[in-house]
């Protein structure tokens, strides 16, 4: 079946511009995660959604960063004004999720989208 | 709160010797455990799972992982490591509550 998905895969932007990254979650997956991977770092939690619920938003570094789950399935990560620092990958991954949450089940990664800010 | 600590940001072994890469956690809950890899470019991979079954767990590719709960360690080893192996692996944790926790990652070399 198919994977997680993720577009565009590489996108490159000027300062200052706002950006949209997309995540289509595999199918039935209620739990889906963006996070951001700087060059030789690990992973940096950004956004959780989980079902229905107010999404943990905890991760998201600063008000420019926001993020939707329409649906319950195709997800986008906005940045607005776009600074060099936010250059980076950026990953979403889905899972299936418990009645409570979606923590114990194990993570379908995407490609990834790999931002460049010039 | 939840931790995940990888001991060695880097390893380096030769091509056929035994790999271990090691993870301590520390979590309130009793939490699932899981090891992924990442190889160059790519995106991340599960290797094996921990949820509370056998303690010793084994994955792809010949990685197997220990669940030690009086060490609060979650070591993930191979007996004899290939060129192929050489990647970024990840040590995390996850329970019920909610999203999971990251380790910073060790980053294996096999030299040939």
């Known amino acids: 079946g198919a994977g997680v998905s993720q577009s565009p895969s590489n996108k490159v932007t000027e300062k200052g511009k706002d950006v949209e990254l997309r995540c289509d979650p595999i199918s039935g997956h209620t739990a889906l995660y963006w996070y951001r991977q700087s060059l030789g770092q690990g992973l940096e939690f950004l956004i959780y959604?989980?079902?229905?619920?107010?999404?943990?938003k905890s991760g998201l570094p600063s008000d420019r960063f926001s993020a939707e789950r329409t649906g319950g399935s195709v997800s986008t990560l906005t940045i607005q004004r776009t600074q060099q620092e936010d250059s980076a990958v950026y990953l979403c991954?889905?899972?299936?999720?418990?009645?409570?949450?979606?923590?114990?089940?194990?993570?379908?990664f995407g490609p990834g989208t790999r931002l460049t800010v010039t | 709160a939840q931790s995940v600590t990888q001991l060695d940001s880097h390893v380096s072994v030769s091509e056929g010797t035994p790999v271990l890469l090691r993870c301590n956690y520390s979590s309130s809950y009793s939490p699932s455990l899981f090891w992924y890899v990442q190889h160059p470019n790519k995106g991340l991979q599960l290797l094996l799972k921990?949820?509370?079954?056998?303690?010793l767990v084994k994955g792809i590719n010949g990685f197997e992982a220990e669940f030690k709960k009086s060490e609060t360690s979650f070591h993930l080893t191979k007996p004899s490591a290939h060129m192929s192996d050489a990647a970024e692996y990840f040590c995390?944790?996850?329970?019920?509550?909610?999203?999971?926790?990251f380790g910073d990652g060790t980053t294996l070399t096999v030299k040939p």
């Open positions: 959604f989980q079902g229905n619920s107010a999404p943990d």
């Open positions: 991954a889905s899972s299936f999720s418990g009645p409570s949450g979606g923590g114990s089940y194990e993570q379908y």
């Open positions: 921990y949820t509370s079954a056998a303690t």
């Open positions: 995390v944790a996850g329970t019920n509550a909610g999203k999971s926790t």
